[in-house]
């Protein structure tokens, strides 16, 4: 199929700015929302240095939150002044990806997303991933990486789908250097020791990085089977967790608390207070899932996709999926004449197609039906303004396809445009930190929960709370929800 150029549905109007909190640490310093020819003098860390850059690109930009950046920074500044290198200096950049990992690559450049800092449930065990990430760089496993030539395998490391969004076409091509691809067993097991070791003569609890991929585990669980069994990859993927290493890793930290005064410091206090209000899932400007409904508040549009479909929202499309192989695809393309001839003339150029007629009306539409290879597609061309137009692909195997299309037409047909006002009435979801009062049950927290599916297994995972689990009072918990009462 011909088709024309795809314009991206996600940070269409978004200026990238190329040092705004990018953090970098050391011993001596904590430079935050400097620019970059201030904020370093090591070209190793230079905020201008192409892989850092396509990286920034890759994971959605850097997430701009002051409190959140300033927060990362300070606990990885102590992290850094307790590892094996504690004179050089680490850029630290929070990624605003909704996805649930961290990795590091050579020069010091280390990277965690808004998603882990969601998971996370206190200081410690951002710490401890933190550790993890910076004892890669001070044993030089990049460098060591690069010399053997991993090359393509960082696809596999930095794909994730974790925290209910982007998929693999958020990835952009990194280069072939292998910065990013998975460290051997002898690499995970050496930053192990160096990041537990970091992690308890900064005077964080030794055990929060088992503690965290306990939850991780439970996590990547839940969306597994959500997804219809798939595999979601994430940090766990570029660190395996391994029962053997998970016991090695709390041997070290039993022997280094043994015969001693130790007590465990979370952090949680602080923890909670810096990611009250922030992100959760996607941003505005990539739209927002909220069950069958796709809306997109910067484009002002919305759609539903039928029973049964599972949408997933990617830089370059949204897509739906159905478990009996069953799937929508949704874009935006370039295109001048009317929506009949892009369909035939253009996109659909070449093809066999049927059963050609006008949908939707009042966005002036076309839909025609395309039929190969045991798989039959409603093709469907809606005008989005001069000069654009939207596009679905809804294919279901032949056998199928007569129970699906009324579905597959009824989408096309519920597309519409949305007002400024109802755009405006369309709000991010986001972390917000409640105290518990006495006699508060789980259930009165998960009622609070939006815009997530199996809201009481998501807020006990979020939580670290058990099956059944009892909420303690005085203490505080994250929900997520859409409320602006922050």
């Known amino acids: 199929m011909v088709v024309s150029k795809i314009m991206p549905i996600r940070r269409i109007f978004v200026t990238y700015l190329p040092w705004f909190f990018c953090l970098i640490i050391s011993i001596a310093s904590l430079l935050a929302c400097t620019p970059a020819h201030q904020a370093s003098a090591q070209k190793q860390n230079s905020v201008n ?35 094996d290198d504690p004179v050089s200096k680490y850029r630290v950049t929070v990624l605003d990806s909704p996805q649930v990992n961290a990795f590091a690559m050579p020069g010091g450049y280390t990277y965690v997303t808004r998603g882990l800092l969601a998971l996370a449930n206190n200081e410690a065990e951002v710490a401890a991933v933190m550790g993890h990430e910076i004892a890669h760089v001070t044993a030089a496993h990049g460098t060591e990486r690069q010399r053997t030539s991993i090359g393509a395998a960082i696809l596999a490391s930095v794909l994730g789908n974790v925290m209910n969004s982007r998929v693999a076409n958020q990835i952009i ?27 308890y003569r900064a005077g964080y609890d030794p055990y929060a990085g088992g503690d965290f991929l306990a939850a991780m585990g439970r996590l990547s669980e839940r969306e597994a089977r959500l997804s219809g069994g798939s595999p979601i990859p994430g ?8 029962g053997d290493r998970v016991s090695r890793a709390h041997k070290i930290a039993d ?23 922030m992100l959760y899932g996607d941003a505005p400007d990539e739209g927002f899932i909220r069950g069958q409904d796709f809306m997109h508040p910067i484009l002002r ?6 029973e049964d479909f599972k949408l997933i929202n990617s830089s370059q499309a949204v897509f739906a999926k159905a478990p009996d192989g069953a799937v929508i695809k949704f874009d935006m393309a370039d295109a001048d004449g009317s929506t009949r001839s892009y369909l035939t003339d253009i996109w659909a ?3 066999r197609l049927r059963g050609i007629k006008e949908i939707n009306s009042t966005l002036d539409g076309v839909t025609a039906i395309h039929e190969q290879s045991g798989k039959i597609s409603r093709l469907v061309v809606l005008r989005a303004g001069e000069g654009r137009v939207y596009r679905f692909v809804m294919q279901s195997p032949a056998s199928d396809f007569g129970a699906l299309d009324e579905g597959f037409k009824a989408t096309a047909r519920g597309f519409k445009r949305l007002s400024v006002v109802e755009a405006g009435k369309l709000k991010p979801l986001k972390i917000k930190i409640l105290t518990v009062r006495e006699n508060d049950t789980v259930q009165d927290f998960v ?4 815009g997530v599916e199996a809201p009481e297994e998501m807020f006990r995972i979020l939580n670290g709370l058990g099956l059944t689990e009892a909420l303690v009072s005085g203490t505080k918990v994250k929900i ?3 409320s602006q009462m922050f």
């Open 49 to 83: 240095n192409p892989e850092h850059k396509k990286i920034i690109q890759a994971f959605g930009g850097v997430y701009e939150d002051f409190e959140v950046g300033s927060y990362v920074a300070g606990l990885s500044l102590k992290i850094a002044k307790s590892s």
């Open 480 to 482: 997520i929800t859409d």
């Open 255 to 277: 022997g280094l608390v043994s015969n001693t005064s130790w007590q465990r410091n979370h952090g949680r206090a602080a923890h909670l207070a810096a990611i009250d209000g």
């Open 447 to 450: 009622e609070q929960m939006k």
């Open 173 to 199: 091509d990194i280069g072939a250097t292998g910065l990013m691809a998975g460290y051997s067993r002898k690499q995970e097991y050496e930053a192990d020791d160096l990041g537990v070791r970091s992690l």
């Open 301 to 306: 549009f919305r759609f539903s996709v039928p």
């Open 349 to 351: 150029e070449g093809l």
């Open 235 to 242: 940090w766990l993927s570029t660190h395996p967790d391994t």
